[in-house]
């Protein structure tokens, strides 16, 4: 959410692959650049817009003059293979999970491999160093890592879509169980697990879940709360609006729509 009101959004099909504007009415769209699949961002407070690019296997800088700079591509020189989401830390650093997998072996021109639960995974969450360059792996191992965000405290929280499970990471890299928001047991073939996720004000935590078509609630000891349905199956990310406002942005990929939903809280700031 920008402090208009707008949204920034990513476009990942092989059509598009582009970031976007939004603005706060939802009437008119911005194309800020394309790089080819970006999947999650963030802004610091110089207006920078960091992007995990998984067709580029990188995190991008997008800079308020347009100009792009590959920041990283590599973790102790192995490469990148499936950059998924990103969020400014409490000390300024990038975090990025690696869901683990090439985007060419999961989902060749766009389409999902139907035999994807025989892929090898090894999902990964990095620091990047944003003056340094430096790269740190914080975790792997993780079967396919995606969202992650910061709680009020500054702890970083992050999910593994294909066992619903949300954790926390801990000095050393230790994985300390939090939730899961999945509500049925996931069949081998299915597609289903939490995708995005955003801490509100009061401490619950936000999730899409991807082929559940809900947004499901945790309370801040980790129980499920409620479950808030969208339209259509396929949430991937949201994002709380504007302070005072209630309102939740939802994008939704089986139906390709920006959806907002009043839930009567206001989200946790993030960090910039």
């Given at each position: 959410?920008?402090?208009?009101?707008?949204?920034?959004?990513?476009?990942?099909?092989?059509?598009?692959?582009?970031?976007?504007?939004?603005?706060?009415?939802?009437?008119?769209?911005?194309?800020?650049?394309?790089?080819?699949?970006?999947?999650?961002?963030?802004?610091?407070?110089?207006?920078?817009?960091?992007?995990?690019?998984?067709?580029?296997?990188?995190?991008?800088?997008?800079?308020?003059?347009?100009?792009?700079?590959?920041?990283?591509?590599a973790c102790d020189g192995e490469r990148f293979l499936f950059p998924?989401?990103?969020?400014?830390?409490?000390?300024?650093?990038?975090?990025?999970?690696?869901?683990?997998?090439?985007?060419?072996?999961?989902?060749?021109?766009?389409?999902?491999?139907?035999?994807?639960?025989?892929?090898?995974?090894?999902?990964?969450?990095?620091?990047?160093?944003?003056?340094?360059?430096?790269?740190?792996?914080?975790?792997?191992?993780?079967?396919?890592?995606?969202?992650?965000?910061?709680?009020?405290?500054?702890?970083?929280?992050?999910?593994?879509?294909?066992?619903?499970?949300?954790?926390?990471?801990?000095?050393?890299?230790?994985?300390?169980?939090?939730?899961?928001?999945?509500?049925?047991?996931?069949?081998?073939?299915?597609?289903?697990?939490?995708?995005?996720?955003?801490?509100?004000?009061?401490?619950?935590?936000?999730?899409?879940?991807?082929?559940?078509?809900?947004?499901?609630?945790?309370?801040?000891?980790?129980?499920?709360?409620?479950?808030?349905?969208?339209?259509?199956?396929?949430?991937?990310?949201?994002?709380?609006?504007?302070?005072?406002?209630?309102?939740?942005?939802?994008?939704?990929?089986?139906?390709?729509?920006?959806?907002?939903?009043?839930?009567?809280?206001?989200?946790?700031?993030?960090?910039?």
């Amino acid at each position: 959410m920008l402090d208009d009101g707008g949204l920034l959004v990513v476009e990942m099909s092989p059509a598009t692959g582009q970031i976007s504007r939004i603005s706060a009415d939802g009437r008119e769209k911005e194309v800020l650049a394309q790089t080819g699949r970006p999947n999650g961002l963030a802004m610091d407070r110089a207006g920078n817009i960091w992007v995990a690019e998984t067709r580029q296997r990188a995190l991008l800088r997008l800079a308020p003059d347009g100009r792009i700079d590959t920041v990283a591509d590599a973790c102790d020189g192995e490469r990148f293979l499936f950059p998924n989401d990103v969020a400014v830390g409490p000390d300024g650093a990038i975090y990025m999970t690696d869901s683990g997998v090439l985007e060419d072996d999961l989902a060749p021109n766009g389409e999902v491999n139907p035999e994807w639960y025989k892929l090898p995974v090894d999902g990964r969450i990095f620091r990047i160093d944003p003056a340094s360059r430096e790269v740190t792996c914080l975790l792997s191992g993780i079967q396919f890592a995606n969202g992650l965000a910061f709680s009020s405290d500054g702890q970083l929280f992050a999910n593994e879509t294909l066992t619903g499970e949300i954790f926390r990471i801990a000095s050393q890299g230790r994985r300390i169980p939090f939730g899961n928001v999945v509500a049925t047991p996931r069949a081998m073939e299915e597609v289903k697990g939490p995708d995005g996720m955003k801490f509100a004000a009061d401490g619950r935590s936000f999730h899409a879940v991807f082929g559940q078509g809900d947004i499901t609630v945790l309370a801040p000891d980790g129980t499920v709360e409620s479950r808030i349905p969208v339209e259509g199956t396929h949430p991937t990310n949201l994002a709380f609006g504007q302070p005072g406002s209630g309102d939740l942005y939802v994008t939704e990929a089986s139906t390709n729509t920006l959806q907002k939903i009043h839930v009567g809280v206001d989200g946790l700031p993030l960090y910039r």
